[in-house]
């Protein structure tokens, strides 16, 4: 349970790295689907999760290994 608090502390960090780089780590991506399907979250951090997969989806964000 303390990792996920760790990861979930740093969900702010990597929404702004993602959004101003426009590129995210296979890793963190993967990491995020996780959190999105079995986690509960507070309604920022669902928010944060919904806009980072919108604009993956969308191609606004390029996924690197």
């Known amino acids: ?3 996920l608090m760790e990861f979930s502390g740093t969900l ?5 790295q993602t959004l101003c780089s426009r590129k ?13 399907r079995g986690c509960s ?3 920022q ?5 919904k806009r980072l997969f919108h ?3 969308r191609g606004w964000i390029k996924v690197t290994d």
């Open 41 to 43: 979250l507070n309604p």
């Open 45 to 49: 951090q669902n928010r944060l999760l």
């Open 12 to 16: 702010e960090e990597i929404y702004s």
């Open 1 to 3: 349970m303390n990792s």
């Open 24 to 36: 995210i780590s296979r890793n963190h991506l993967n990491q995020l689907q996780w959190l999105s």
């Open 55 to 57: 604009a993956y989806r």
